[in-house]
Each structure stands twice: as structure tokens, then as C-alpha cells.
């Protein structure tokens, strides 16, 4: 069974970076797309980007090039940096992998607070 | 493309509760849809995956379709029971990137 846990830290500066890392036990990151989600206080989902391990990565445009994402495979991580940060980046954020032909498998979420 | 849901259904135990996710443009059949299920205080999980397929696990009470003459998918729980009370949202991809629909607040009266 895949499981996800995302980690990092919970309280950021406005301007500064938020970077978060979802760890993936299981199974090889390599098998699946890997992408990070967020939702803000009483909001829905929004989803951030992805990235698939051979380089391909997209990201939401409405995060206007703020958004980094990489994976490590050698650690089965893959990773999370949004720079410029506001308050409107607080949120949960979750890491999830998505295969086809596979359910979504979901970390838990962890909460960043953006807040000087 | 935008998937759209009703903000909220309700619905007594036992009954069945059907949850709409309809898409902007392009047909609902060009990719694949599933349904995420987010109990209050919690991290989503998939209870539809690939327009009807149900993860194991998840109870035979949850159904997914899709149906081209209204471009919309659907999520049927049928029995409902007081656990089944949470947000659901619809998911689809855009190429790779994902979409999601607003979420539905399932509520048992």
C-alpha cells in the first residue's frame, strides 16, 4: 500500500520561500505522476503542480511562475517550492501520486501558515 | 475546462444521494473522472477512480458514470449512512494537469 507524508515547516514569512517534501513508501516514485494540492480555510482544492520523474512538469498558471517542484528518486521524495509567499498561501497542502489505471493515493496534509 | 458540482445535497440514512460534476467544454469522455471523498477535519481519499472504478476498500454503496449526452459524471451513494457525511469532488485532467470541481457538502439528515 502507497502512503505519503508530507513534511516541513509549518510558519512562513511573507516574501520568503515555502518548501515542503512528501516522502512515498510502497512503491517507486517512478511509477507515478507526483503532484502537490493545497486548499485554504474553508475553500476547495487547488491544484499546484506535478512533476513525472523522466522531467515532465506543469504547474497552475494562476501561481504565475512561483512554483518549483523536483523528485529525488534515489530517496523516493519529491518536492515543493513556492516563493513570494503571501497570506493568501496558507493553506493545507497535500502531496498525492496518480497513476494510470490506479487510484490517487493522498498524503494527510500539513498546514503552512504564512504570517511575519 | 471547468467542472461544476452542486454546493450541497442532503439526504436521510438509507436513501440515495446522486452528486453531478458537469464540464465546460470538451467531452466528459476524454478523460477519465474520479470522485474524492473529504470527511470533515480530514485528507481527501479516492472512492472513484477511472470514471467507475471503486479503490478497495471503499463500500459497494459508491458508484461512478459518466454520460456523454449531458457531458457530466456522476456519483451515486446508495444506503447512505451517517459516515457517508463529507465533501466529495469530482477530478479530471486537462492533458496532465488536474481539475477539480468545486466540491459537493453531502449532508445526512
Known amino acids: 500500500q502507497v502512503q505519503l507524508q508530507e513534511s516541513g515547516p509549518g510558519l512562513v514569512k511573507p516574501s520568503e520561500t515555502l518548501s515542503l517534501t512528501c516522502t512515498v513508501s510502497?512503491?517507486?516514485?517512478?511509477?507515478?505522476?507526483c503532484n502537490w494540492i493545497r486548499q485554504s480555510p474553508g475553500k476547495g482544492l487547488e491544484w499546484i503542480a506535478y512533476m513525472y520523474y523522466i522531467g515532465n512538469t506543469n504547474s497552475n498558471p494562476s501561481l504565475k511562475g512561483r512554483v518549483s517542484i523536483s523528485i529525488d528518486t534515489s530517496k523516493n521524495q519529491f518536492s515543493l517550492k513556492l516563493t513570494s509567499v503571501t497570506a493568501a498561501d496558507t493553506a493545507i497542502y497535500y502531496c498525492a501520486t496518480a497513476a494510470r489505471g490506479r487510484p490517487v493515493n493522498w498524503g494527510l496534509g500539513t498546514l503552512v501558515t504564512v504570517s511575519p | 475546462f471547468m467542472l461544476t458540482q452542486p454546493r450541497s445535497v442532503s439526504e436521510s440514512p438509507g436513501k440515495t444521494v446522486t452528486i453531478s460534476c458537469t464540464r465546460s467544454?470538451?467531452?466528459?469522455?476524454?478523460?477519465?473522472v474520479q470522485w474524492f471523498q473529504q470527511r470533515p477535519g480530514g485528507a481527501p481519499t479516492t472512492v472513484i477512480y477511472q470514471d467507475d472504478q471503486r479503490p478497495s476498500g471503499v463500500p459497494g454503496r459508491f458508484s461512478g458514470s459518466i454520460d456523454s449526452s449531458s457531458n457530466s459524471a456522476s456519483l451515486t451513494i446508495s444506503g447512505l449512512q451517517t459516515e457517508d457525511e463529507a465533501d466529495y469532488y469530482c477530478h479530471s485532467y486537462d492533458s496532465s494537469d488536474w481539475v477539480f470541481g468545486g466540491g459537493t457538502k453531502v449532508t445526512v439528515l
Open positions: 467544454s470538451g467531452s466528459i469522455a476524454s478523460n477519465f
Open positions: 510502497g512503491d517507486s516514485i517512478t511509477n507515478y505522476y
